[in-house]
Structure formats: C-alpha cells, structure tokens
C-alpha cells in the first residue's frame, strides 16, 4: 500500500492550526496511525485508527478520516510541536509510512 | 513502565553480519506481537520485519527478505533481528516497536539502535 503524505514541509506560527493529510493506494479502512518524531528521538504515537487520540497527548491533535484519505490537525501550535510528523497504514503487510512533513516555525 | 532497550548496534563492514536485540520490559512479552523498523540518515520511517508472539507468523520487507532473519525469546523477554550480507543502503537507527491490536499499532518504541556498514 502506497502512501502519499503532503505536504513534504510546512512552516507556521505558534497560535496557528495546520492540516497534514495521507492517502493510500488502497483502502485501509481507519488502520491509519499517526506519530510524531523529534531529532534523534523515536517516533512518538499520536493517533491510532485513524481518529483514537493517545493516552497523553494533548487535545489540540486530532485525526480524522477512513477508506483512503486522513487528515492530522493541530490546533494553536505550540513550540513543542515543531516535528516531523509521519502516517502509517497498519491495514496489512508491508507496513508502510508516509514520507514525513517537517513542520517547522515560520 | 513499559520499556524496550535495543543493543547490539555498530560498525560493519560491507558483507557482514549484526545481531540486534531488543530487551522488554513492563508488559506481557509473550504475549506481544513486534516489529522493527530502521530510518536511514536524514530519511524516512522503513518497516523492517514482524514476528507474531508464538513466532508462527513472521513477515519481511521486500528490501531485507532473505538476508534478515527476525526471532524471538519469550523466556528472556528479547526480541532479535539477525542481519546478514549488509551493504551501505542498510545503514540506519533500528527500532524495535510493540505492535497492538486490534488496530495494529505500534505504541512503544525502543530508543533506537544505530548500524553503519562502511569499510
């Protein structure tokens, strides 16, 4: 399965609310995950299937979507948000993960 | 506390071989179904090889199939991923990840294991 995660960067502004969005090749149904990766950290679990948000982790994420299309949203950016963040589709193997969107302040 | 700790990382030449293991902690082992994934340098999040909790079901990714061999250790609480024959394109951080169900995801991650194969 395909993924297609745009944009590849994104620049914005403590206080703004950014979209990520993911499509597949196929559908996945809502095995759809998102997680958040700092510089020389592991991945971090944000969202899985597709809209359930982590244990922790701050309400101004969400996920949504199912079938072929996703989306992350995070409300009033806060500095601690500046990250890649990366999708993952756990429908089948091979897992695979969307190529990243760096989010980065403007 | 969960915890997944990788070891066994380092320097290798092109052509040989690294075992990697990953010690778990704070949950059910045996009954966790793993995956390692890698991340080459400045790169992307690469699903590497799956093992089910019993071992019956294992999965490779194209990229590694045959040259990898992925096992685990129920009674020692370790998860394993044999490396053979590697080359420069295997160079990355390997990370050992719990994966659960019934969605699949994975929720812990080790801290990561570097591997650089260079001569």
Known sequence: IQMTQSPSSLSASVGDRVTITCRTSQTINSYLNWFQQKPGKAPKLLICAASSLQSGVP???????????????????????FATYYCQQSYSFPRTFGQGTNLEIK | ?????????????????????????????????????????????????????????????????????ISRDNAKDSLYLQM????????????????????????????????TVSS
């Open chain 2, 84 to 115: 053979n024959s590697l080359t420069a394109e295997d160079t990355a951080v390997y990370f050992c990840a719990r994966e659960r169900v019934p969605f699949n995801y994975f929720d812990y991650w080790g801290q990561g294991a570097l591997v």
């Open chain 1, 59 to 81: 309400s101004r994420f969400s996920g949504s979507g199912s079938g072929t299309d996703f989306t992350l949203t995070i409300n009033s950016l806060q500095p601690e948000d």
């Open chain 2, 1 to 69: 506390e969960v915890q997944l700790v990788e070891s066994g990382g380092g320097l290798v030449q092109p052509g040989g071989s690294l075992r990697l293991s990953c010690a778990a902690s704070g949950f059910t082992f045996s009954s966790s179904t793993m995956s390692w994934v890698r991340q080459a340098p400045g790169k992307g999040l690469e699903w590497v090889s799956y093992i089910s909790s019993s071992s019956r079901t294992i999965y490779y990714a194209d990229s590694v199939k045959g040259r990898f061999t």
